[in-house]
């Protein structure tokens, strides 16, 4: 089984540039959810989604962050314009709908952005 | 407010000795508790995970974690340390909303001396 899929691992910009990052979840997992994991930190969840739909993005700075999941697949996030606090790693991961294994999520690689 | 503390942000031990690295929660319902591992450069691994069955859980690489709901604590522990379980370990704790989001702690990165 193919795992949770993310691109670019790796980006570097300048402040007030905009940038987007891609997650492919496991195929047949329902729920996606984006967090930033800033060094040294545990993950903070942004974004949550079931299929298509937006659970809770409550913790999404929605004023430059913006994120989609166009036919409940794969999921982009983007950042427009960009921080020096944006400086994290950004990890996609996916769980299935079903009783308790709910509960487990499956991580991709990550994305490390560094905003300069 | 759910809350996951993890004792100690580094823990170093010698290579062969005990890993014990410790984990409470607080939760006002039954729990579902986690274990993930983080090597450099990469995401998230499911170690272990408590989902009210056995209270002694067995999980990958040697490791285990017994949930004991009188001390509110879910610790790792593995009998004897290898170079390869240096990483960053977190505690996490979900069953608190229907969401099933999880709430993480801030993680223990793990020493290993040669």
């Known amino acids: 089984e193919a795992g949770v899929a993310q691109s670019p691992r790796y980006k570097i910009i300048e402040k007030r540039q905009s940038v987007a990052f891609w997650c492919n979840p496991i195929?047949?997992?329902?729920?996606l959810y984006w967090y930033q994991q800033i060094l040294g930190q545990g993950p903070k969840l942004l974004i949550q989604?079931?299929?298509?739909?937006?659970?809770?993005d409550s913790q999404l700075p929605k004023d430059r962050f913006s994120a989609e999941r166009l036919k409940g697949v794969d999921s982009t996030l983007k950042i427009q314009p960009a921080k020096l606090e944006d400086s994290a790693v950004y990890l996609c991961?996916?769980?299935?709908?079903?009783?308790?294994?709910?509960?487990?999520?499956?991580f991709g690689p990550g994305t490390r952005l560094t905003v300069t | 407010a759910q809350s996951v503390t993890q004792l100690g942000s580094h823990v170093s031990v010698s290579e062969g000795a005990l890993v014990l690295l410790r984990c409470n929660y607080s939760?006002?319902?039954?729990?579902?508790l986690f274990w993930y591992v983080q090597y450099p450069n990469q995401g998230l691994q499911l170690l272990l995970k408590?989902?009210?069955?056995a209270t002694l859980v067995k999980g990958i690489n040697g490791f285990e974690a017994e949930f004991k709901k009188s001390e509110t604590s879910f610790h790792l522990t593995k009998p004897s340390a290898h170079m390869s379980d240096a990483a960053e370990y977190f505690c996490?704790?979900?069953?608190?909303?229907?969401?099933?989001?999880?709430?993480w702690g801030a993680g223990t990165k793990l020493i290993i001396k040669p």
């Open positions: 939760s006002s319902v039954p729990p579902y």
């Open positions: 408590y989902t009210s069955a």
């Open positions: 991961a996916s769980s299935p709908r079903t009783g308790e294994a709910s509960y487990e999520q499956y």
């Open positions: 989604f079931q299929n298509n739909g937006v659970v809770d």
């Open positions: 996490a704790v979900s069953g608190w909303n229907s969401n099933y989001q999880l709430i």
């Open positions: 195929s047949g997992h329902a729920t």
